[in-house]
């Protein structure tokens, strides 16, 4: 049990957090992308994967009253 990795506690994460934004404001650290640009870097990383699979939306079929 002594040798289990524990997460860090709640107050260290947010001690950290505020290590690594105030690093960005000071231009040391850069800032995180845009969600875009990640979604663009994962589309390209599994462009294969995603050609492959042609994704079929079924029509919703509507009971008649």
């Known amino acids: 049990m002594d040798n ?8 260290e994460s947010i001690i950290e957090a505020c290590k690594e934004v105030n690093l960005m404001r000071k231009g040391l650290l850069p800032e995180g992308g845009d969600w875009r640009d990640w979604i663009a ?3 390209e990383k599994y462009k294969d994967d995603l050609a492959e699979e042609e994704i079929v939306v079924p029509k919703k079929k509507v009971a008649l009253r």
């Open 41 to 43: 870097e994962l589309r």
């Open 4 to 11: 289990e990795k524990r997460y860090c506690s709640i107050e």
